[in-house]
Nanobody, 125 residues
């Protein structure tokens, strides 16, 4: 059974940084896609960054150069380092995982992902 627990959210001023973490278990470590998604009030959930079991990564254009996704093999924890945050990053952030060989990971329908409970990120101007 997939188990995901996010942590690291909080409130920062624009230009600040946050590091989100997702402790994970219960899925195949040899064929997965993992993503960080966010959902602002009244908006659809969107994928922000993805990583697969080969550690190939993808981030959306609006966060290139500011957000970095990584995976710690020792602890099976996924991280999202967010630098130079902007107010439009304010949202609930979720980690999601799916067992899949589909590549790139952003091509996997998000309805297939299993989700954590989310962690709130608030960026003030």
């Amino acid at each position: 059974q997939v188990h995901l627990v996010e942590s690291g959210g909080g409130s920062v001023q624009a230009g600040g940084s946050l590091r989100l973490s997702c402790a994970s278990s219960g899925y195949s470590y040899s064929r997965y896609c993992m993503g960080w998604f966010r959902q602002a009030p009244g908006k659809a959930r969107e994928g922000v960054a993805y990583i697969d079991n080969d550690h190939s990564t993808y981030v959306i254009d609006s966060v290139i150069g500011r957000f970095t996704i990584s995976h710690d093999d020792a602890t099976n924890t996924f991280n999202l380092q967010m630098n130079r945050l902007k107010p439009d990053a304010t949202a609930m952030y979720y980690c999601g995982v799916v067992e899949s060989r589909v590549r790139p990971c952003w091509a996997v329908p998000r309805t297939f992902y299993k989700w954590g409970q989310g962690t709130q990120v608030t960026v003030s101007s």
